[in-house]
């Protein structure tokens, strides 16, 4: 990190707290690579009386050097910061500030999705009064045992870094530390400072120091010459190896030094949610996604693999088929991570670096080798087969037909760029993604699924949206998901942002109604329709009209009811300069996708003892799957 100000004595600035740390934020910095920009890209806000008086007036005050958001939900506000700073490369994040009480709770899932995805975002929850003239307080939560303790404690499990400004100085160690951890990319995460409301109005007199021009660097650690020698031995010595690339890849900005140690060595490249885009699809080495939602030709080749490589993944149970991927005998990993946490995983050999850094590195050091031919002809024909279906999956024969939810991606699939960015997080759309989505760019496939968390894409689209203006953005959104958290589309319209949001319907929670379904639920509580007096729901799905909810909220609206209206709404839509929803209801419940179905297991427990068949049958299904789970040691 370095500063501009002086080394001198420097005079002092009288400011509140919240003035302050609204003008230090302004003036903060990141760089990596040569490049330079600003940390603090904006704050979004909904006030209350916890934070109206401090954060709010401030940001009125220094309304010019801070850009403002207004949100409507506070954990939607969080998730337009991480789509920010995801789609900034982790180079830029932006401020969330809130109220004290629900306001603050509000954020914990935003929170919690922030930091599983290593994702910076900065949390400034209002507080209660730390000077206590009046206790309880509106909106406060007593605990009898400890006089110090706030709802906001809730977000410290939950934040790479947590603390409570009792005290205006205070302030100078708190921000300098959540900087650090903002731009740290081994612990990045969510940010919190919790601002009781009494100490954000407080006057201090403040070193005109602390509101300096600072630059942080984004360091790329290089690997140990030591590592990158058993690495390439071990490179070197396997005949089937596999390259599973992680959202590490996209976070080191590696792409292109993966696609010259892919064409260097002839390794095939499989990928998880977080990792898709790593290469193109149309690259010679992609195999697609890995594990329960991947293709038959990435599965296939890490059941068989003997050297596993990962680059930047946390083996996810989704990565490694809840422990039955891997099946070979004398299997091994080999891990370049930037986190030893992550590195040391699978008891692999680590190669602790930053991805593009690491990656050069084996490159130079195994140079000269590559995979058999024979390995590559094979894994080339296997890939080559599953476009076939995804291309089965994409077509529809019958324009004038309901679409089913791959053929919608397959409209999507014939009109776009490498400019679009596709935004999902949750119910069926991630899976049939990974399997069949033809990713162009690196940045194109934003697909949160380390959290899954509904409610986030059109929130995130918005992030997206601020960070890189322009380039079309499409929030795919199920009947579920679009319940969950419909009210940032108000601030699409306000801010006049063109996001994309696609609505499919298909009545009902149809992704954990299937996954009930097959693990003895029997669908229960999945369904859009009227309760008996029996207690079961039946007859038609409610008159629930998402499509007119929509437009009310100021979208707007193109309807689609056949493939052929589909692909001229997806067509019109993206060439719209305002917010606009696709609307299309899909064919059908039952049959969510039409896709490929799943080439690996998933580990979700089923009942050991019941009365009803289909949680027997469940549990004998259950049982024959979990016998091939090992530990690799």
């Known amino acids: 990190m370095t500063s501009t100000g002086s080394t001198q004595a420097a005079p002092t600035v009288r400011l509140t707290t919240a003035q302050a740390l609204v003008r230090f934020l302004s003036r903060q910095f990141t760089e990596r690579d040569g490049a330079r920009r600003r940390l603090i890209g904006g704050t979004w806000g909904i006030f209350g009386h916890g934070n109206v008086a401090g954060i709010g007036q401030a940001l009125v005050e220094y309304g010019d050097e801070m850009p403002f958001h207004q949100g409507r939900n506070e954990q939607a506000m969080v998730h337009a910061a991480v789509g920010f700073a995801r789609q900034s490369g982790r180079l830029a994040a932006h401020a969330v500030t809130t109220s004290i009480g629900p306001g603050a709770t509000n954020l914990v899932t935003g929170a919690a999705l922030a930091t599983v995805n290593h994702l910076p975002v900065l949390l400034l929850p209002g507080d209660v009064f730390a000077s206590r003239p009046a206790d309880p307080v509106l909106q406060q939560l007593e605990v009898p045992y400890a006089g110090d303790v706030s709802v906001n404690d809730c977000l410290r499990p939950v934040s790479k870094y947590f603390d409570r400004i ?155 088929a809840s422990g039955t991927l891997f099946a070979a005998p004398g299997v091994r990993f080999l891990n370049l991570n930037i986190a030893p946490f992550d590195g040391h995983k699978m008891a692999a050999l680590t190669l602790i670096a930053d991805a593009r850094t690491g990656l050069e590195a084996l490159t130079e050091a195994v140079r000269g080798h590559r995979v058999e031919d024979a390995y590559a002809v094979a894994y080339g024909g296997d890939k080559a087969r599953w476009e076939h279906r995804v291309a089965a999956a994409f077509e529809a024969a019958e324009i004038d037909a309901r679409p089913t939810q791959a053929q919608v991606l397959g409209a999507l699939d014939e009109i776009v760029t490498g400019a679009d960015v596709l935004i999902n997080a949750a119910g069926s759309l991630p899976g049939d993604l990974h399997k069949l989505w033809r990713a162009r760019s690196p940045r194109q496939y934003h697909v949160e699924y380390g959290y899954s968390c509904m409610g986030y894409e059109i929130p995130a689209a918005i992030g ?93 609206v193109l309807r689609a009811r056949t493939v052929d209206e589909l692909r001229g709404a997806l067509r019109e839509a993206r060439a719209a300069d305002g917010p606009t929803c696709v609307y299309v209801e899909t064919e059908t419940a039952d049959t969510v996708s039409g896709p490929p179905p799943a080439q690996a297991w998933w580990d979700v427990p089923v009942a050991e003892t019941a009365t009803r068949q289909a949680a027997v049958k469940a549990r004998e299904e259950y049982d024959r799957h979990v016998t091939a789970r090992r530990r690799h040691l």
């Open 464 to 556: 997206v949206c601020l960070a890189e203006p322009g380039g079309p953005v499409w929030a795919l959104v199920g009947d579920g998901t679009y319940l969950m958290n419909p009210t940032e589309i108000v601030t699409a319209v306000q801010e006049r942002l063109p996001i994309k949001v696609v609505i499919l319907q298909n009545h009902g929670y149809a992704s954990i109604g299937g996954l009930s379904e097959s693990v003895g639920g029997e669908r229960f509580g999945t369904a859009y329709r009227y309760r008996a007096p029996d207690g079961t729901y039946t007859g038609d799905p409610l008159p629930v009209d998402l499509a007119a909810n929509a437009a009310s909220l100021g979208m707007r």
């Open 166 to 320: 009792t005290r205006p100085e205070a302030l100078i160690p708190a921000a300098l530390q959540a900087m650090r951890v903002l731009t740290d990319p081994v612990d990045t995460g969510a940010v919190t400072l919790a601002l009781p409301q009494d100490v954000q109005a407080e006057a201090y007199d403040w070193p005109r120091e602390f509101f300096a021009e600072r630059t942080w660097s984004v360091r790329r650690p290089a690997p140990d010459p030591r590592e990158v020698e058993a690495a390439a031995r071990a490179l070197r010595a396997a005949r089937r190896p596999l390259v599973i690339a992680g959202g590490g890849v996209h976070h080191s900005g590696a792409e292109e030094a993966l696609a010259e140690f892919a064409d260097a060595t002839g390794i095939p490249v499989a990928a998880t949610q977080a990792g898709k885009g790593s290469l193109r699809f149309d690259h010679p080495a992609d195999v697609g996604g890995i594990g329960h939602t991947g293709t038959a030709a990435a599965d296939e080749l890490a059941r068989t693999a003997d050297l596993v490589i990962g680059v930047g993944t946390r083996y996810s149970d989704f990565t490694t």
